[in-house]
């Protein structure tokens, strides 16, 4: 069994390295559970994610993250899927919630991970209460003490 996971930029730059990104998937993946998975995670210009939005998703204008399952996830069977994270918007994000952009970035990252993985939340005020984001929260906290060692 093995975890497989690729760390690209498509004309755009993150503030976490590629070493730091590939290590936060790799630890959500296990502590999910995941023992087969092929994943990429993407850093994309904010044209390109409004594309991916719009084509896929039917909405309008950029995004942070999107992310995109190809096996269904289940007990035991190997996880393939895709994550584009657009920076631009992420240094917003942080900006406009007053946190760090590597914090940001990695949040996204979780994000689109359990998402790939079959997690979601609401999309209300109760986003920030559910389940999903509980959980998130726990990766991104990980991210954080990593970073101190």
Do not use: C, K
Not at 27 to 51: C, K, P
Not at 105 to 134: E, K, Q
């Amino acid at each position: 069994m093995s975890i497989a996971v690729a760390v690209s930029s498509d004309g755009a730059r993150a503030a976490v390295a590629a070493t730091r990104v590939s290590a936060l998937a790799n630890r959500v993946l296990r502590g999910e559970g995941v023992r087969e998975a092929l994943v990429s995670v993407t850093f994309v210009t904010d044209r390109h994610i409004a594309r991916l939005n719009r084509e896929h998703l039917g909405h309008a204008g950029p995004t942070d993250v999107i992310s995109f399952a190809f096996a269904p996830a289940r007990a035991g069977g190997a996880v393939i899927g895709d994550v584009y994270i657009a920076p631009a918007v992420a240094r917003e994000n942080a900006r406009d919630h007053g946190v760090g952009v590597r914090d940001e970035i990695a949040r996204l990252v979780v994000h689109g991970l359990l998402h790939v993985l079959g997690h979601d939340h609401p999309t209300d005020a109760g986003r920030s209460d559910s389940a999903m984001w509980r959980r998130q929260e726990r990766y991104v906290e990980w991210f954080r003490r990593s970073a101190r060692r």
